[in-house]
């Protein structure tokens, strides 16, 4: 391999070749012994999906889709069940700060990969790169679980989110909403994002970043008031006091953590929009992810100076509700915050259904999904994936509005949160691979090899905390290992996929055009 070597030398993908009778005109791929010639679309549908996106963003939008991606409910709902699990406010807020850190490390792998092969789709085109024997057998993984489960489920969860809290501003009570109001709701947020970026792209790159901003303000305004109004022990005497000893619950408040932190990819699903990729992507999601470290640290102490142990665990996942009413009052706790969470939670649906349907955007155009040519065409009229956002609306509708109430809704959303984190592990195991099967390859970013090792680890432990079992085990009315269980037998199935699609399917078109050339 020469020091010319860029991200086009890559086999990432099978291209296709044109098949007609008569001819001869074939290629084949040669990558393993699962490679097959492999049948070209219709010339006019190809004019239309090999259509490039626009590059409409820059360091700012980026910035807003990062953050935008991050934040959600997790820092108004979850510090209480952290504080649960450690036991004490000085171990709640190192935890936050152990997250920030692997988080970051996490950040600086993909800012690599990313760089080094700018190409949409995020772990896609990675583990395409990273693993290319079986042909295409990672690549077409995540594409099917992040389509199907993994992305609409999370989605889905957050839509309900946002109508319930913009059903408790409305009423003023947390709980007790009709389910279908909410799920209705969450159906229309859902499909106002997805006609947002098809039809009205600049202006969801604008709306995104104003919800971006919403979002930082209220937890600076969570901040500003703590720091007003802070008890007059403070923090407490002894801030680690009754810190858990048990292993297991430091891996629970872990576990809730690097999930609040998550989101810091989302840039790296679109880098064929981003202008001047090799320096815009890791200064806007180094930086979103920088400052929203912080904003989240502070938010806790803030919680903390104001809340004393005991209330904030009785809040539950209500602490900023309960915050707002101590220091502002009722109307501030329960109806301005209740609205300003719902546009938190409404800024991640928008950052989410932009991130997921260019995983079904690039997945089509590497002939991955049925009606491939339709699913990766782009709009003449708006430059923007109509119908891969179209797809991604439909299916997240069909997690909001199918699934029962309770334990079986709650059991998706976790089979859903699984695959990422093993597909994460594997896209920074081929960074390192990659070190040394493509040393020429031009890395415009490079991440330190412990940096790696630690996002590596940290991929492994989301990956077997689920299989512990908790302490209230007994208590749950579904197995706690029913999830992860669910989400590797959903990796199974996609391997079965995988073989009938790209090995069987193309075995048989390459023997029925052999076929048709010899009548």
Not at 55 to 68: E, H
Not at 292 to 309: E, G, K, M, Q, R
Request: hydrophobic letters at 50%; charged letters at 15%; a neutral charge.
């Amino acid at each position: 391999m020469d020091g010319s070597e860029s991200f086009n030398d890559i086999p990432l993908r099978v291209q296709p070749s044109k098949l007609s009778t008569g001819t001869a005109d074939r290629i084949s791929t040669g990558q393993d012994a699962f490679s097959f010639d492999v049948e070209r679309p219709p010339p006019e549908a190809i004019e239309q999906a090999d259509e490039p996106l626009e590059r409409r963003l820059g360091l700012w939008s980026g910035m807003a889709i990062v953050m935008g991606s991050i934040i959600g409910s997790g820092i108004f709902s979850t510090p209480a069940l952290i504080l649960g699990s450690v036991g004490s406010v000085g171990m709640s807020i190192v935890v936050w700060v152990i997250g920030a850190l692997v988080s970051i490390c996490g950040c600086a792998a993909y800012m690599e990969l990313g760089t080094m092969l700018p190409k949409g789709g995020g772990e896609k085109a990675y583990l395409e790169a990273a693993f290319p024997r079986p042909r295409a057998l990672l690549g077409f993984v995540f594409c099917l679980s992040s389509i199907l489960v993994c992305y609409p489920t999370g989605l889905a969860a957050d839509a309900v989110v946002t109508g319930s809290y913009l059903l408790y501003a409305v009423t003023g009570k947390p709980t007790g909403h009709s389910v279908w109001a909410e799920r209705l709701i969450g159906v229309g947020v859902t499909g106002l994002c997805a006609f947002m970026h098809a039809c009205l792209a600049r202006s969801a790159i604008r709306t995104q970043s104003i919800l971006t901003v919403v979002k930082a303000l209220l937890l600076l305004l969570v901040v500003f008031v703590g720091l007003l109004n802070i008890r007059k022990d403070g923090l407490g005497r002894n801030v680690f006091e009754g810190s858990s000893t048990n292993a297991n619950d430091y891996a629970s408040a872990l576990f809730k953590v690097f999930f609040a932190y998550s989101g810091y990819t989302a840039l790296n699903y679109a880098v064929d929009e981003l202008r001047r990729p090799e320096k815009t992507l890791p200064r806007a999601a180094m930086g979103g992810l920088s400052l929203t470290a912080v904003l989240y640290v502070l938010c806790n102490i803030a919680y903390f100076a104001v809340l004393d142990v005991k209330a904030v665990s009785g809040a539950g996942t209500a602490v900023a509700g309960v915050f707002f009413t101590q220091v502002l009052g009722d109307v501030w706790g329960q109806r301005v915050v209740p609205v300003f969470i719902a546009l938190a939670t409404l800024g991640n649906v928008m950052c989410g259904v932009f991130s997921a349907s260019r995983v079904v955007f690039a997945a089509a155009r590497d002939g991955y999904l049925p009606l491939d040519h339709l699913w990766g065409s782009v709009s003449q009229r708006f430059g923007t994936p109509v119908w891969a956002l179209g797809a991604t609306w439909a299916l997240i509708t069909v997690y909001i509005v199918l699934p029962p109430p309770g334990e079986a809704y709650a059991l998706l959303i976790d089979v859903g949160g699984y695959p990422f984190w093993v597909f994460s592990g594997l896209a920074v195991v081929g960074l390192v691979r990659m070190r040394y099967t493509h040393r020429d390859l031009v890395r415009p970013f490079r991440a330190w090899m412990p940096v790696n090792a630690v996002s590596i680890c940290a991929a492994v432990f989301m990956c077997v905390v689920p299989f512990i079992r908790p302490s209230d085990a007994d208590s749950m009315a579904v197995p706690y290992w029913l999830a992860p269980v669910a989400g590797v037998v959903f990796i199974a199935v996609s391997c079965g996929l995988w073989y009938i699609r790209m090995v069987l399917l193309d075995r048989v078109k390459y023997h029925k055009q052999i076929n048709e050339d010899q009548i």
